[in-house]
């Protein structure tokens, strides 16, 4: 039942640590400036709000879909004639989809902003490392998708873990590696 919702809620939670991160480098680098106001805005201060606002939408959107319509475990007998496949069934799609779309979203501005912010100076060159991190990270949950919705049974798990595993390993590599 809680499947979903372990996996939505900690990448929700990176995706906004990474949105918060490149907000910093995007602040530090216009509190650089001479008269700068946004030099309020540097410290620990903003990043744990944004991360914070972000991945509560995530768990109470989570929170929502568990309420309204949860996850069950449903028999399929159908699509393998002589077996049957105990599989995850969603419960409610939209709430699936709403979570699923929210963390897409959120690795979206991330990657937007990043991109905007990658012809800094030099010294601000981790805006470039988070775009490239943020590529591969969209790119591998864009190339699940087709994967896991023709997925069936134990296979379903085996796509997601590896789109997360992948991305992950992307995002730390990218990110850290340099």
């Keep these: 039942m809680l499947q979903q919702v372990t996996f939505g809620i900690p990448f929700t939670i990176s995706a906004s640590s990474i949105l918060a991160k490149t907000i910093m480098v995007f602040i530090a680098f216009k509190a650089t400036r001479p008269g700068s106001s946004c030099r309020k805005w540097v410290g620990i201060k903003l990043p744990n709000t944004v991360m914070l606002f972000c991945s509560s939408i995530q768990v109470m959107n989570c929170i929502l879909w568990l309420s309204i319509s949860p996850p069950f475990q449903e028999y399929d007998m159908d699509s393998y004639p002589g077996k049957i496949i105990i599989q995850c069934n969603e419960g409610s799609v939209i709430w699936f989809y709403f979570m699923l779309g929210y963390l897409g979203f959120l690795a979206a501005v991330s990657f937007v902003l990043a991109f905007m912010v990658r012809t800094l100076p030099d010294s601000f060159n981790e805006a470039k490392y988070i775009t490239f991190s943020m590529l591969v990270f969209c790119s591998v ?20 873990i590896f789109a997360i595993l992948t991305s992950s390993a992307g995002i730390l590599l990218c990110m850290f590696s340099p």
């Design 141 to 160: 949950w864009i190339a699940m998708i087709p994967a896991y919705l023709s997925t069936r049974g134990k296979y379903m798990v085996a796509v997601e």
